[in-house]
Structure formats: C-alpha cells, structure tokens
C-alpha cells in the first residue's frame, strides 16, 4: 500500500504538471515572445523553485488536502483513502491532458476527497468546510482574475499613452516572386520561369509581432517591457508551484509515507518531468486560443495571476492556478474584445465535469481497495 501510494501521488503530481506548468508561460508564447522549448524551459526552472519554497511558506495547504476536518481523523490515516484521492484525480486530469483542456489539479482534489470521503463516512462528512474551504475560492477566484486584469489593463494602458509610448504596426517589405509558366522536366527536375514584383503588404496576423515604440524613464519600452513580463511569467509559474505542490504532498504526509520535506521534492520532480513531456496540447489552447494579445497584455494577465496565486498560497486558500491564469487572460480579451467564446465556453465545461468525475473515479478506486483488502 505504501508502495502503491508513492506511485499514485506521484503519477497526480506528473499529470498536474502536464497540464499545469505551461500555464505560467503561456503569455509569453501566445505573445510570440519566445518559442515553445524557451517557455517549457522558463516554466519548469521556476516551477520547481516554487515547490522548493513550498517547504517554508505553505504548510496550511499540507494540511487542508489531507482531508484533515472533511472526514474522521482514523479514516485519514488509511492509506486507501489517500491512494483512491490521488488516482481519481490523476485520472481526470490525465485525461483532460490528452484533449488538450487546461483543468484543475485542484478541483481534481477536491472531487477526490468528496467522493472517497461520501462512500467512506456518508453523512458524516463535513459538507460545510467542503463549501467554505475549497468550493468558494475556487469559484470566485477567476472572475476576481478576470475583473481585476481588465482595470489593471486599463490602468496600464492609460500610463503607457501617457508617457508617450506607441504600438507600431507590422509592414512586409521586399519582392515577391510569382511562377509564370513550367517548362517541361529536364533529368526529373523542373524549370519555372518566374517573374518578380515588389510589395508592400501587412503582415498576416500570424506573423505580425506587436511592438511598443518610446522609452519609459529613459529605459527602451519594447525591452523593459519583455524583461518584466518574463519575470512575471516567473512569478506566476513560481506561485503555482508554491500552490500546488503542497496539496499534492498532503497525500503523502498522513500516513507518514515521506516526511514534508522529501514528499516536496518527489512532487517537484515528478511535475517537472509532466511538464517538460505531456504539455503541448494544453500550451496551445491556452496561449493561442482563447485570445491574441501582446507582449504588454500577456505581463498585465501574469502580473495578476502571480499576485492573487501567491497571495492565496501564503493565507492557505486553495485557488486553481488554472482558473485564474484563464480567467487573467480572458479579462484582457474581454478589454480588446478579441476573446474566443466558444473555446471559454468549452474550457468551464471541462471545469465543472471536473470535481463529479474524479469524484466518481476516486469513489470506484476507493471501493475496489477495500473489496480486495
């Protein structure tokens, strides 16, 4: 059991790291800062010092995700209710990985530890704490997001026309070479005659890069501004860390599997290895789908995420990285109305179907251990 445990958290913590370590960094791609291996690699670097933080700063989350208050204290210390959590969740959120869908290792949790706990305890688990602790912070966490990134953008906007800073548009200039006829194939290879025009054209959309104009105190504008949104995207991947890996070792910790420290570092490996292997998918939808943007609106979405992300991490409250992250940048596409409805709509669904089917994992795998126990 102690075996299968490890494997579980640790297959949880590889699953959350697929699907979550992107997210940080999905500004800077979507932003065409910076290509994918750059951003995977930024990503994972900072990841992984967050969950070394962990060690220090978040304690009150170990505690909260080892169901510690939702369920009898002797019902925490079987290892089958932990390994039916870790699996249910891992489960979910693997295969949400597979589709591409960016969801909640925590909403993961949370339907683990509901479903494991009602077939365990009934009516004697604590509906309330569920509800107070974990739901209402999850559910409010990314309108706040949205909300407080729209102003914020705003703000910024306002101080950038302020200081006299500009946006310049892309222009594709250079000749163009059309083929006229095809002369007939000499040795396999054929001749085109080819006659050459020059052009003046805006870019395609998928080719234009936005890019600020000015200088801010005296500073280039373009260059302070991707300066500090790799920092931000640091912050944000560094505050997922902090957040997420001690809700993955509260599994590990109740009964005595790994003490807080080493739990802490299996977690941070094993989320790195998810991130650097399965991530793909989930970058693309969140960094090239749910809106376009630039290097200036993809810093003001991470500057939010980090600091509500680190905030709630520090106080103990287990907000989705996720959900806020998407709900960042969904509060900037909503500004420049660019935002892609039919994806968001298609991402909350993925939301919601979360917590009832790693529920309804976690309950199967928690009646099956005990069936064969």
């Known amino acids: 059991m102690l075996f299968i445990l490890i494997f579980a958290t640790c297959f949880l913590a590889f699953?959350?790291?697929?699907?979550?370590?992107?997210?940080?960094?999905?500004?800077?791609?979507?932003?065409?800062?910076?290509?994918?291996?750059?951003?995977?690699?930024?990503?994972?670097?900072?990841?992984?010092?967050?969950?070394?933080?962990?060690?220090?700063?978040?304690?009150?989350?170990?505690?909260?995700?080892?169901?510690?208050?939702?369920?009898?204290?002797?019902?925490?210390?079987?290892?089958?209710?932990?390994?039916?959590?870790?699996?249910?969740?891992?489960?979910?959120?693997?295969?949400?990985?597979?589709?591409?869908?960016?969801?909640?290792?925590?909403?993961?949790l949370v339907g683990g530890l509901f479903g494991s706990g009602v077939i365990a305890v009934g009516s004697a688990f604590n509906f309330t704490k569920l509800i107070g602790t974990f739901l209402?912070?999850?559910?409010?966490?990314?309108?706040?997001?949205?909300?407080?990134?729209?102003?914020?953008?705003?703000?910024?906007?306002?101080?950038?026309?302020?200081?006299?800073?500009?946006?310049?548009?892309?222009?594709?200039?250079?000749?163009?070479?059309?083929?006229?006829?095809?002369?007939?194939?000499?040795?396999?290879?054929?001749?085109?005659?080819?006659?050459?025009?020059?052009?003046?054209?805006l870019m395609n959309e998928t080719e234009c890069v936005e890019k600020y104009k000015g200088n801010f105190i005296g500073i280039n504008a373009q260059k302070m501004l991707d300066f500090a949104h790799y920092i931000s995207a640091g912050v944000v991947s560094f505050a997922r860390g902090l957040n997420d890996t001690p809700k993955i070792v509260g599994l590990l910790i109740v009964i005595n599997a790994l003490n807080v420290e080493w739990g802490m570092l299996a977690v941070a490996f094993a989320m790195a290895a998810g991130g650097l292997l399965k991530a793909k998918k989930v970058a693309f939808m969140v960094s090239k789908k749910v809106t376009p943007m630039n290097t200036g609106q993809g810093f003001t979405a991470n500057l939010i995420t980090g600091l509500l992300v680190t905030t709630a991490s520090i106080h103990g409250l287990p907000v989705s990285t996720t959900h806020v992250s998407v709900g960042s940048i969904f509060g900037i596409g909503t500004v420049t109305k660019e935002a892609n409805i039919s994806v968001i709509r298609n991402i909350i669904l993925s939301w919601i179907l979360t917590v009832p089917l790693a529920a309804i994992f976690s309950s199967l795998i928690y009646w099956m251990l005990l069936s064969v126990r």
């Open 136 to 201: 209402i912070p999850l559910i409010v966490s990314p309108l706040l997001a949205a909300v407080v990134s729209l102003i914020a953008y705003l703000i910024f906007r306002k101080l950038r026309l302020a200081t006299g800073v500009t946006k310049e548009t892309c222009i594709c200039i250079g000749n163009e070479y059309k083929p006229i006829f095809e002369i007939a194939s000499i040795n396999t290879r054929n001749i085109v005659q080819s006659e050459v025009h020059s052009t003046f054209n």
């Open 15 to 108: 699953s959350n790291g697929a699907n979550d370590n992107f997210k940080g960094v999905a500004t800077l791609f979507g932003s065409k800062t910076t290509g994918y291996k750059s951003a995977i690699t930024w990503a994972t670097i900072t990841t992984f010092a967050g969950s070394v933080a962990a060690i220090f700063l978040a304690n009150g989350l170990v505690s909260n995700f080892s169901g510690k208050g939702l369920v009898p204290d002797i019902l925490i210390q079987a290892p089958e209710f932990a390994i039916s959590i870790a699996l249910g969740a891992a489960a979910t959120v693997y295969f949400a990985t597979k589709i591409g869908m960016p969801v909640s290792t925590t909403h993961g």
